[in-house]
């Protein structure tokens, strides 16, 4: 077990363009989370899935932002039309779940729109 | 208001001390709770978690809960230069898939 995997590590893109990250979870871990960290903050919760369903999505999250997991196994999020604004760290987690779940964190996607 | 709050510090301990660290959150609902440090350029990694009223005890990491008064705090005894990173409380309801971090205390060992 090689714990939670993103691709890629650095992501430079110019505003307006789509981009896509990857994050292969844990591989017995039913739940697979996004968060978004920026400097000095906090990891801000995304969007989350159980298996393959997607049960729980930021209301913060603009509709530029999409997630999948496909066979409940890795995950992609998807970011169109990219804004400066959406410059920050792309941090995948995944869990087993349960009420008093433990995350496990991947090394995250540090994207930089100019 | 944040749901949950740290202070931000940074904190500054001499090597050997203990840090304290404190995090209060607004969801009376909140079930578990949990410490993450992390290191500068790296992600979260877990440390602690405790669910129950009282002090959980792990090494040289103590973990303190009052849902009386909504407040966490992490306790390091004998600090090490080691510990200099970012602290991150973290806060989840029982039946909430996600967990709600606050904005981390940093925390600088000085040897």
């Known amino acids: 077990d090689t714990g939670v995997s993103q691709d890629p590590r650095h992501k430079i893109t110019k505003r307006g363009q789509n981009v896509t990250f990857r994050c292969d979870p844990i591989s017995e871990h039913n739940r697979l989370y996004w968060y978004r960290q920026t400097l000095g903050q906090g990891p801000e919760f995304l969007t989350y899935f159980q298996n393959e369903a997607q049960l729980e999505k930021s209301r913060l999250l603009s509709d530029r932002f999409s997630a999948e997991r496909p066979k409940g196994s890795f995950s992609t999020l998807e970011i169109q039309r990219t804004e400066q604004g959406d410059s920050a760290m792309y941090l995948c987690?995944?869990?087993?779940?349960?009420?008093?779940?433990?995350?496990?964190f991947g090394s995250g996607t540090q994207l930089s729109v100019l | 208001q944040k749901e949950v709050e740290q202070n931000s510090g940074p904190l500054s301990v001499p090597e050997g001390a203990i840090a304290s660290l404190n995090c209060t959150y607004s969801d009376r609902g909140s079930q578990s709770f949990f410490w993450y440090r992390q290191y500068s350029g790296k992600s979260p990694e877990l440390i602690m978690f405790i669910y129950s009223n009282g002090d959980k005890e792990d090494g040289r990491f103590t973990a303190q809960l009052n849902k009386a008064s909504q407040y966490v705090s992490l306790l390091i005894r004998d600090s090490q230069p080691s510990d200099s990173a970012t602290y991150l409380c973290a806060v989840k309801d029982t039946n909430a898939g996600k967990s709600t971090f606050g904005d981390g205390t940093t925390l600088t060992v000085k040897p």
């Open positions: 987690a995944s869990s087993s779940g349960g009420g008093f779940e433990k995350l496990f």
